[in-house]
């Protein structure tokens, strides 16, 4: 009999091979972001706004294609779509790094964001997992992408004063191989591909999502969060070079301390913010943090240090939004649908990128560098509105329990015994599945209870 209350060595090996995957994706994405405006006067055709649309269109082709890829995955197999999606992204990296000119690089982003296997990946990752151990699999992945965030903004420099910054995208080719070799001799193969409503898109279930009023929030939310991010790392480059002649290649000796030093409020702040049920009074205090960094850079520009201080408030504010708006999304979301708000949550997050990086470069080119923290304090206030008419959430957590093979009446049964146990709130029993949906509330929750309807118990 299997432990249900701990990961098997196929489960951890699953966990750490497909974070693998994603962090070396998206280090290959994000290492180009704090060198390219600079980099990009010496391509040929090159203007700001062209530059801009280099940096974020990977965001535009991402957005648009990873649901897609991720529902052909559920056909074609998961091992074939991200193979696939990492020889495009290899192949887009390839072509940047060997482009002089604008037009080059902006196919090669392109193409690096056209590979977009996030949906097949959680998709796999679901195929591979306990319905009782899913959540901590995606959990892992989630940080992964993190992590591989701060320390590509810190790489970057570095890898450009070695190699320049075509040396960056040829290394961004390197990880996708290696990606695909984690892909091809670690990750196994899964026996049976099934589709899996709380790591995929429904597409009959995406106008609800985008009509709930608080998962529309979010979505705008996280649009704004990762447009100030993509209009901020493609802006300050300039700042530094032009303003106060930093050399490109050393900014990451600015990168490193800023990034660690926002680190240390944000684990505090979140475990108040989930401990004592005010996640969104910690939301609110991070989008006006967030909204008074851009005002204090567009104010405070012309002193380094000072600009240093606000870079600081910036990403404490970022942070404690990367980490709470999922968070918000699963609990708002219905029980069986978390799979749909994720999906539109994450479309947004890469749509804001593109559109970040794309206005920033026009803004810079007609109305000077500063301009953009402007726009960027004003969006976030906008925001800060937003959330401020945001409902408290629902302090539940998603739960999956294997209920296996059930008739529609046995379903319907079963989500009626399952919502009598202490703590369950939400109970959706879907008989194609074989799987029970629940909102749970952990501090409440009954487990043992609730374990005796898991087959994964036999």
């Not at 080059?104 to 591979?128: C, F, K, N, P």
């Amino acid at each position: 009999m299997k432990n249900p209350d701990s990961m098997t060595a196929s489960e951890r090996r699953v966990a750490l091979a497909l974070s693998g995957v994603f962090a070396t994706r998206m280090l290959g994405l994000f290492m180009v972001l704090p060198v390219f405006a600079i980099y990009a006067e010496t391509l040929d055709g090159s203007t700001l706004l062209l530059a801009g649309i280099a940096v974020g269109i990977y965001g535009l082709t991402q957005s648009l294609l990873q649901i897609p890829l991720g529902r052909l995955s559920d056909k074609w197999g998961r091992k074939p779509i991200i193979i696939g999606g990492l020889v495009i992204f290899a192949l887009g990296s390839v072509i940047a790094a060997m482009s002089d000119s604008i037009t080059g690089v902006i196919v090669g982003r392109a193409l690096q964001g056209a590979g977009a296997i996030a949906g097949a990946v959680m998709a796999m990752a679901a195929d591979l997992t306990r319905e009782e151990h899913r959540l901590k699999v995606m959990a892992a992945i989630g940080m992964s992408i993190g992590l591989a965030f701060s320390i590509a903004i810190i790489l970057g420099p570095i890898l450009k004063g070695w190699f320049g910054v075509s040396g960056i995208f040829w290394t961004t080719s390197v990880l996708a191989g290696l990606a695909i070799l984690i892909v091809l001799f670690v990750v196994p193969t899964p026996v049976t591909t099934k589709f899996h409503r709380d790591t995929e898109v429904e597409f009959n279930w995406l106008k609800r999502v985008l009509s709930h009023s608080q998962l529309l929030r979010l979505d705008i939310g996280v649009l704004i969060l990762h447009f100030v991010m993509t209009a901020t790392m493609f802006t300050l480059p300039l700042i530094w070079v032009k303003q106060h002649g930093f050399d490109l290649e050393n900014h990451w000796w600015v990168w490193l301390p800023v990034l660690l030093l926002s680190v240390l409020p944000v684990l505090p702040l979140i475990i108040i913010g989930e401990k004592k049920r005010q996640l969104k009074q910690i939301v609110v205090i991070a989008v006006l943090a967030l909204a008074i960094a851009c005002l204090l850079i567009w104010q405070l520009h012309a002193s380094w240090w000072s600009l240093v201080m606000a870079l600081w408030l910036f990403f404490v504010g970022f942070n404690l939004l990367e980490a709470s708006l999922p968070s918000l999304v699963a609990k708002f979301a219905p029980a069986a649908h978390k799979g749909t708000a994720m999906g539109a949550f994450s479309s947004s997050q890469f749509m804001g990128a593109f559109l970040g990086a794309t206005v920033a470069g026009f803004i810079t080119q007609h109305y000077g560098v500063t301009t953009i923290f402007l726009v960027n304090g004003i969006l976030v206030g906008l925001w800060l509105g937003i959330t401020l008419s945001m409902r408290q959430p629902p302090y539940l957590s998603s739960e999956l329990v294997n209920v296996g093979e059930v008739t529609k009446e046995q379903a319907q049964t079963l989500a009626m015994r399952l919502t009598s146990v202490r703590g369950v709130a939400e109970a959706v029993v879907i008989p194609e599945d074989g799987v029970a949906y629940l909102k749970v509330d952990k501090k409440a929750l009954d487990r043992e209870a609730l374990l005796d309807y898991s087959i994964a118990q036999t």
